[in-house]
């Protein structure tokens, strides 16, 4: 039963293609993430949505776009790759809503590599 | 803003012994959780312990604890009876507990347990 769950785990494609990540939580969470690990393993967050609503979108190229169908999924969307697009992209998720201390859950990683 | 420092980039200590892993963060904002996180070499992320600001107790799960201290903005990991199983690279994170909530990572402290 995994809690938080990302496909594909491992990706590998051309510049210039398009490509999506999946990401779907099973806790009931009203909050789900997008973060990048790069190559010297430092993470950093690119979105938030909150029910389904996007409240944290840090400097990220318009090539990627989030999606939320619902507050169960979150998906990745990449445009145009580019090399340096080549990275492990996390989803995770937590519950902002009624409880302020909530632990952020992750799933297990997709691993981009852009040839 | 936040920001997490972790200042040892790597440590070793031998099977059985305890090991301290420094973390050290700013932020302005009254309450928010740090987090620490393991991530082995298969890449998942996986959530260790956590520790609010209002908390009076230093938090505990098992091998781990969290020293906090609040005056010095240092939430060092300890962990105790080191295990080979516990080689991997470690990460603190923050995340305010208003407003926007995003964990933000410092740079990460790996870890090799040696017989």
């Known amino acids: 039963d995994t809690a938080v769950s990302q496909t594909p785990k491992y990706l590998v494609t051309q510049m210039g293609n398009d490509k999506s990540i999946k990401c779907e939580q099973n806790l009931g969470h009203d909050t789900m993430y997008w973060y990048k690990q790069d190559s010297k393993k430092f993470l950093k967050i690119m979105f938030s949505y909150n029910n389904k609503e996007l409240i944290i979108n840090e400097t990220v190229p318009n090539r990627f776009s989030p999606k939320s169908p619902d507050k169960a999924h979150l998906n990745l969307h990449i445009n145009s790759l580019e090399l340096g697009d080549s990275a492990v992209y996390f989803c995770?998720?937590?519950?902002?809503?009624?409880?302020?201390?909530?632990?952020?859950?992750f799933g297990e990683g997709s691993w981009l590599t852009v040839v | 803003a936040q920001k997490i420092t972790q200042t040892q980039p790597g440590m070793f200590v031998q099977e059985k012994e305890a090991v301290t892993l420094d973390c050290t963060y700013d932020?302005?904002?009254?309450?928010?959780?740090l987090f620490w996180y393991k991530q082995p070499s298969s890449g998942e992320m996986i959530f260790l312990i956590y520790q609010g600001s209002y908390d009076q107790q230093n938090a505990t799960e098992g091998r781990y604890s969290l020293n906090f201290q609040k005056a010095r903005k240092s939430a060092n990991l300890v962990i105790s009876a080191s295990q080979l199983g516990d080689s991997a690279m470690y990460f603190c994170?923050?995340?305010?507990?208003?407003?926007?909530?995003?964990?933000?990572f410092g740079t990460g402290t790996r870890l090799l347990v040696s017989p």
């Open positions: 995770a998720s937590t519950q902002i809503s009624g409880n302020s201390g909530n632990t952020i859950y």
């Open positions: 994170a923050m995340k305010r507990n208003t407003g926007f909530q995003k964990l933000v």
């Open positions: 932020t302005s904002d009254p309450s928010y959780g």
